[in-house]
């Protein structure tokens, strides 16, 4: 059995055929710039092989259609027994992964004014794929869905309660999938009791957080109501005062949605160096001397340990730190000044571990004798292959 997997973005569409028993993947691909003249799809095989064909204009129905006649073209269509979408914001109407039907269609359709970048784009490859493959089930796979066990004094914010009854203004957090598998990965790499453990997972890709995870439930996290607030990132700002939104509105001549744009898009890593929100880019200057990619990353190292520390608080004790995706896999630099600024909670840094990105020690970058920091990496696209084997073959 295969399972194909789906994220549909703005304008792009990433896919994978998994093979949910083996934990191995089949193929995968994107499709880019969706809607351009120079809209592609590229192809790569389980041997890493690539292979990109321009696709002219192509939108997503286009785009999918590709899938569609590659899949076939590889004798794999036939063999697809289950369709997992990624589907960034399920507000509070999903704690779990669902098998996709009417009503949950108008629930992603319902949370279109929380998740207004990606909900569209996600339910827009769910339509399409309903029609290319008309008997297959489909499920739906929320990167809020694990944070739906957060406490409500964590997820409320000191707002006008109103504004959480009628607007369902409250914190959600994403990258759940992510936080849900690392944070099982790491309870079983350390032999952790899957009834008492408290563990914290650092996500550290283009878009960064970091959640508290008791006994394999989310209680607490670093984003928000949108992916803005928390830590340090690419180009978000993370955490500022909210007061700056009207300050530089002011000043500059903006509106509050063109600041918001701003810190979306132009803050962080970007805006902070002024070099790239790459953070392997942003080493390699610091290598060179640059002083304000050293900057980014001090800014970066320094706010992500405080936040760290603060998701302490929900857990009373911390058995493991997790750090995965791109920065969190790769970044030693980054992992060692994290660390260090940690030892309040007693973490030692194993330097020779670290540099090995934990490859000798079973993940781990810490000493024996320190609170365990390991290094985890993740696999979203097989939690969703899991997730949809699970729920089509019952
Ligand atoms: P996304 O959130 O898009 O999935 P990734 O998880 O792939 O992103 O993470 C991308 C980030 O990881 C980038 O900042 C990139 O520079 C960083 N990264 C990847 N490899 C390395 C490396 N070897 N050293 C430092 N940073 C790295």
Redesign the pocket.
């Known amino acids: 059995m295969q399972i194909l997997v789906v994220n549909c973005g703005s304008s792009s569409l990433k896919f994978a055929v998994i093979d949910p028993a083996a934990r191995t993947e089949v193929v995968s691909g994107l499709a880019q710039r969706l809607g351009g003249q120079d809209a592609s799809i590229t192809w790569k095989d389980a041997s890493g092989r690539k292979h990109e064909d321009m696709i002219p204009g192509g939108d997503h129905a286009k785009a999918m259609r590709e899938v569609y006649e590659g899949l076939k073209a590889r004798g794999l269509a036939g063999s697809i027994a289950g369709i997992g979408h990624r589907v960034v914001h399920g507000g509070q109407l999903f704690s779990a992964s669902v098998v996709i039907d009417e009503q949950v269609e108008k629930g992603i359709e319902a949370c279109f004014a929380l998740g207004p970048l990606h909900n569209p784009p996600n339910l827009l490859g769910i339509r399409i794929c309903k029609e290319l493959f008309p008997g297959l089930r489909q499920v739906a796979v929320f990167d809020t869905a694990f944070h739906q066990t957060m406490p409500r004094h964590a997820y409320l914010y000191p707002v006008p309660y109103e504004w959480y009854e009628k607007h369902a203004v409250r914190k959600y957090g994403f990258h759940g999938t992510s936080h849900r598998f690392v944070s099982a990965r790491t309870v079983g790499m350390l032999n952790l009791r899957g009834d008492d453990h408290a563990v914290i997972v650092a ?5 960064c957080s970091a959640t508290a995870i008791r006994n394999g439930k989310s209680v607490d996290t670093t984003m928000g109501l949108t992916p803005l607030e928390g830590l340090v990132m ?1 180009t978000r700002s993370g955490d500022v005062d909210p007061a700056l939104v009207a300050f530089m509105a002011e000043r500059l001549g903006k509106d509050a949605a063109a600041i918001t744009d701003l810190l979306n898009k132009k803050s962080g ?1 970007i805006g902070l160096s002024g070099v790239s ?7 390699a200057e610091c290598d060179k001397g640059n002083e304000r990619a050293k900057l980014a990353v001090e800014v970066f190292c320094y706010r992500l340990a405080k936040q760290i520390a603060a998701l302490a608080v929900p857990l009373g004790r911390l058995d493991a730190l997790a750090f995965t ?8 630099p ?1 992992r060692a000044k994290v660390v260090e600024h940690l030892r309040v909670l007693g973490l030692v840094l194993d330097p020779a571990r670290n540099a090995a990105n934990g490859r000798d020690s079973n993940g781990r970058i810490t000493t024996d004798a320190s609170v365990a920091a390991l290094v985890v990496p ?1 696999n979203e696209e097989l939690v969703i292959a899991l997730d949809t084997a699970g729920l089509v073959t019952v």
Not at 203 to 207: I, R
Not at 277 to 283: G, I, P, Q, T
Request: glycine share 24%.
């Open positions: 996500h550290l890709g283009n878009g690419g890593l929100n790459d953070m392997r880019s942003l080493l995706g791109g920065i969190g896999e790769n970044s030693v980054v993740t």
